[in-house]
Structures are given as structure tokens and as C-alpha cells.
């Protein structure tokens, strides 16, 4: 039997998938030589033009992305009523399948995994590209534990029809965003929205909603809020908990503002996500950036060339070939002018050829940070020389940014780490300063990218470097009415820092007395934290008087009253005697500002009347 061969390229050879709308077949192209996957549409998506036309701008769109964590496009074609998008070939397994053997996954793996996704749909969105169908069964991890996002142009494409629930995406609404279910415009929340149902699966085994029906489901997705992670799984941490509550937001807006935000805050879970619930409303305001969903980030087609080695091979192929066919070419047969392929993709650049008669040969592959991979980034002859149709052009391939190994920083002191990170090509990211009981005071906690995994060259590494333990926490005692000194002692007592000390007019209080904390008493906080106050300049209050009258309860014979007042002067006994039991009280009292009095039966609190 005859291979097929589609486009005159990739030779079909077995089938190693179907999904809801596509078969899957593991493929050679014949002109890099090497295997790649071909996903062929069925019937029924083939037949639909405006799928097709939606389907074909789309996934064009996402063939320009290229990124560790996500399965990249290499091609999209037609062969008759055939249609098909060719695409890196990953061995390994779907998070799907993964989920189904072992869930719940250890909360370390789960993390990681996130991780490798939020940073491959953070590069889609940078580009301008929003997936719409994060969920398991487009996650797959190859056998070295590497996560590769799939199908971004097909989601992308079957995103864009009305949402209905048939057959097709019944997998897809367990994991869709309120929004995407409403038929709402959608921005990238709604995929930070999918891997928060994602992470929310992984953890606890089970989907964040279920029902007998897709309508019901996507329904609950719009309405109720989940069952906590932690009553399902309870070794997951408080903080992890609040970060699936953030990404399932109900309301976009509230959501994490980027993938890069929600992975940062994976790998550096200090504890500010603890206590976290659904339709928190803490004082940070989240702004979601304007995202367009068509790709914006095309790279320049025509660049120069910049390495040594590009240079020489230029003067060495062009002294030896450049003359002969300067010399040669017009004695035989059709002449053309090649064109300029440098910064196409070879897809595009071999059509180019095609159309003038031409032929590609690919002679090397090379690293460049300059070209993305796939790109040509040296032809030989050169733009606008004069040679023969059918003659075979020879260029160098791109592989795209080399790849290095992120290596490992933590325990290093942060002087060491950055060292090793400008030594090994790497730029230093954020340091995230934090509490830790384990590790002392300036080494590295933890990192991201973690150790091991690869990335491109120059990229940033982020860090979290421990600031010591964790100091004991005490009460902000109350310094309002006291004198500035009394204040300061109280403070040094405490193991508290003065901070700034501001001094205001006051009618309340006199000259030197506190008149104003920042931090209310009785709030809990830790050793070295710094007290700023605000003074009275004066004059204070002005003396007033009342006439205070109450009555005595029945129940003893003779009760001994104690009356102190408290005002900004501060506290003194002002009335002690004797009375019989259900006997009225009448005193006239001469207080300064604020005051209260605090009023004692045989010794013991009776009540405080405040003036």
C-alpha cells in the first residue's frame, strides 16, 4: 500500500490518536527528516467553510508561538478536502491520563506542573493569543516531566462559534470560565479561569463542578462556588487553597492579572493567600490589560546577519559560487532573481522558491537567538543574483534560542546566586525577601525556573531569599494620652521601633500627650515593627462640667463607692464614701476633653460612665 503523503511532505505512517474533532497520526516530514504529529479534521469540521477559514487563521496565529511549554505549530495545510495542522511530536502522556491513574497528585507536582502551564499560555498571551480550552486533555508531559500546552490554534477556532454542548466540547465544560459560558467576551482571565479547574482536579481528583448534564455544569461554573479543595484533600496548604479560589474567581477582574502572576505566587507561597475565599475583596485593585486576540508580535521578516561563523560562510560559498554563476548563468536555459528568504519561516520561503522555480536545500541548522525556530537565517546565492529555474538554493535553518539548564541556587548565599546566575548567562529577576524558620538569613529559599529545567539563554531567574526566622509577634499596646516619654518607653519595653513622630494642634489633648497611633491597640504584630505617632502642640482641652447621678443597687445594706475619673489630665480619684443600698448617687464633676468615669462598689468594677 502507498504511504500517503500530504503536501508533498509528510508521510502518514500510524494513527496514535482521535479527539472530538480531529484524528491524530504520528508523521516524517521528508524535508527536515523528522517525526512530527499531523492532526487531520473530520469529516464534518472539513465541510464547514466558515470552521475552516476560522480554523486556518487561527491556528497560522498560534504557529508563531514558540516556547518550552507548549506544543508548537510547525505547519498548516490543505490537501483536497483534507485539512491539517502539523505540530511538534511530544512522547509521553496526557495530564488526563496522568490525573485518571494517580490523582490526587502530591501538592509539590501539582505546583510544578502549573507552573510549566502558566508559563507556556503566559508567552500566548504576550502574544496576544488566548487559548479558551485549558483542560487536561490538552496538557501533555513527556517522559522527562516536561509540560507542553496543545491546540491553541484549534481552540482558538472552535472558541469563536457559539457555545453549545453537544458531543464535541462535553470534556470542556467542566472547566470553563462563567464568562465563556455566558457567551461574554473573553480576555486571558478566562484561561487562568480553566487552570485553576485544572490545579483544583489535580489536587483533589475530582472536577470543581459536576452534573448529570453540560447545561447544569456550565451552569454551577456561573452560580455556586466549589466545594473547598481542603475538605476533599486535606494535606493541601491554606495558601494553595486561596490561590485556586483567586484563579476560579467568578468575576474576571478579580482573578490573578497574568499567567507570570499566578505562577510567581505558586512557586512563593508565603502565606498571604491563606484565608483566601471566593469574592475576597482585599485592598489590592486588580486591573486586567487590554489583550487583543488576534497575534500582534510578527517578527521582522529581513534582518541582518550578525555572527562570525554567518559572515564566513558568506564569503567562503559566495567566493567560490558567486562568480560561476555571475559568469555562467545566462548561456542555458530560463534565468530568475532569487529573492530575499532570509527571516521567513521555511514554509513560507520554499513556496517563494516554488513560485520562481527554484528548489530549497537545507544545508545546517544553527542555534540563533536572533531567528525563531524554523526561520531561514542564511541563504546562499544571496537575494538578486541571476541564476538558472530549477537551480537548489542552500540556507541555514534556525533552531531557535539554544537552550540552557537553570542551575541550582538554593542554599547558596544570594551573593553566590547572583554570581552563578551572570556567570552561567542568566539575568537575575526578582528577589522576594521572606520569613523563613528553616533557612538562614540571606541564603535562597527557592527559585524559578526551578533547577535543572531548560530555558533560553539570558533568561531571568526569580528568587526567594530568606530574611531568618520568623520574629515573635507582640500586641500594639495603647499610647493614646500618653506623654511622648511614657510612649517611648512602652515601645523599648515591647521590642517595638519609633518610627516618625508628627506634632498637631489638639483641643482634646495637651501639649506632648499621643493623640494618634497607626497601629490600633491590641493588634498583633511582630518584634521590630515601627510605631509612627502623632503629638499634641496644644493648647488642649478646656475644663467643662457635668452633674453624674445614678443609683445604687438593693441587694447589700451599705456599699462603699469609688468614683475615678479618667480624662486627658489622666486618671484620679475624685469621690469616696459610704452609701446605703438603693441610694442615688449625685456628683458634679470638672473633667478635660475625653473622659469617662470608672465607678467601684465595695471594691470591685461596677460600671464606666463615659462623660
Do not use: W
Amino acid at each position: 500500500m502507498e504511504p500517503i503523503i500530504l503536501g508533498n511532505r509528510y508521510e502518514l505512517q500510524d494513527k496514535i490518536g482521535e479527539g472530538g474533532m480531529s484524528y491524530v497520526y504520528r508523521a516524517r516530514c521528508q524535508i527536515l527528516d523528522r517525526i512530527v504529529a499531523v492532526k487531520i479534521l473530520k469529516e464534518e469540521y472539513s465541510n464547514d467553510s466558515a470552521f475552516v477559514g476560522r480554523f486556518k487563521t487561527e491556528a497560522l496565529a498560534a504557529a508563531r508561538l514558540s516556547h518550552p511549554n507548549i506544543v508548537n505549530i510547525y505547519d498548516v495545510g490543505q490537501q483536497d478536502d483534507v485539512y491539517y495542522i502539523v505540530m511538534e511530536y511530544v512522547e509521553g502522556t496526557t495530564l488526563e491520563e496522568l490525573v485518571a491513574k494517580e490523582a490526587p497528585l502530591p501538592v509539590g507536582r501539582a505546583i510544578d506542573i502549573a507552573v510549566m502551564i502558566c508559563d507556556g499560555i503566559q508567552h500566548a498571551h504576550e502574544k496576544g493569543i488566548i487559548h479558551r480550552d485549558i483542560k487536561p486533555h490538552n496538557i501533555l508531559i513527556t517522559t522527562s516531566g516536561i509540560v507542553k500546552v496543545a491546540d491553541f490554534g484549534i481552540a482558538q477556532a472552535i472558541s469563536k462559534k457559539t457555545i453549545t454542548f453537544g458531543g464535541n466540547i462535553v470534556g470542556s465544560v467542566y472547566y470553563i470560565s462563567p464568562e465563556q459560558a455566558k457567551g461574554e467576551p473573553l480576555t486571558i482571565a478566562t484561561d487562568i479561569y480553566s487552570l485553576g479547574c485544572v490545579l483544583y482536579e489535580m489536587l483533589t481528583g475530582k472536577t470543581p463542578f459536576d452534573a448529570e448534564s453540560p447545561v447544569t455544569v456550565a451552569l454551577k461554573h456561573i452560580h455556586d462556588e466549589v466545594v473547598p479543595p481542603r475538605q476533599i484533600n486535606e494535606s493541601i496548604p491554606m495558601a494553595l487553597e486561596g490561590i485556586i479560589y483567586r484563579a476560579m474567581e467568578k468575576v474576571p477582574e478579580k482573578r490573578f492579572n497574568s499567567a507570570e502572576k499566578m505562577r510567581n505566587d505558586l512557586l512563593n507561597m508565603d502565606g498571604a493567600y491563606a484565608g483566601y475565599k471566593p469574592g475576597y475583596t482585599g485592598k489590592e485593585t486588580i486591573v486586567m490589560p487590554p489583550i487583543s486576540t488576534e497575534g500582534t508580535d510578527e517578527m521582522a521578516k529581513k534582518r541582518k546577519l550578525r555572527t562570525t561563523g554567518i559572515i564566513a560562510i558568506i564569503a567562503l560559498l559566495g567566493l567560490f559560487s558567486g562568480m560561476l554563476f555571475m559568469l555562467g548563468g545566462s548561456f542555458f536555459g530560463e534565468e530568475v532573481e532569487v529573492p530575499d528568504i532570509i527571516g521567513l519561516h521555511i514554509n513560507e520561503a520554499n513556496e517563494d522558491l516554488k513560485k520562481l522555480g527554484l528548489e530549497m536545500n537545507v544545508e545546517d541548522k544553527k542555534f540563533s537567538d536572533e531567528f525563531e525556530k524554523d526561520n531561514i537565517m542564511f541563504q546562499e546565492p544571496g537575494k538578486g543574483q541571476k541564476v538558472k529555474k530549477g537551480r537548489k538554493i542552500n540556507v541555514i535553518l534556525s533552531k531557535g534560542s539554544e537552550q540552557v539548564k537553570v542551575p541550582n541556587l538554593v542554599g547558596k548565599k544570594l551573593s553566590e546566586a547572583e554570581i552563578t546566575i551572570r556567570n552561567e548567562g542568566f539575568e537575575i529577576g526578582t528577589i522576594d525577601p521572606i520569613y523563613d524558620d528553616k533557612t538562614k538569613e540571606g541564603y535562597i529559599i527557592s527559585q524559578g525556573p526551578r533547577a535543572g529545567s531548560k530555558v533560553d539563554k539570558n533568561s531571568k531567574i526569580d528568587l526567594m531569599v530568606s530574611k531568618g526566622a520568623t520574629p515573635d509577634k507582640v500586641a500594639m499596646p495603647g499610647f493614646i494620652g500618653l506623654n511622648l516619654d511614657e510612649a517611648q518607653k512602652q515601645i523599648r519595653d515591647n521590642k517595638l521601633v519609633l518610627g516618625d513622630v508628627k506634632k498637631r494642634d489638639s483641643n482634646e489633648y495637651y501639649a506632648n500627650q499621643v493623640i494618634e497611633q497607626d497601629t490600633k491597640a491590641g493588634v498583633m504584630v511582630e518584634e521590630g515593627t515601627t510605631v509612627n505617632l502623632v503629638v499634641s502642640k496644644g493648647p488642649g482641652p478646656v475644663p467643662e462640667t457635668k452633674v453624674v447621678e445614678f443609683n445604687l443597687p438593693q441587694e447589700n445594706d451599705y456599699y462603699k463607692v469609688v468614683i475615678i475619673l479618667h480624662d486627658a489630665k489622666g486618671k484620679k480619684q475624685i469621690y469616696n464614701q459610704l452609701h446605703s443600698g438603693g441610694d442615688t448617687v449625685n456628683l458634679l464633676v470638672q473633667y478635660f476633653g475625653n473622659a469617662s468615669l470608672e465607678i467601684q462598689l465595695n471594691g470591685k468594677p461596677y460600671k464606666v460612665e463615659p462623660l
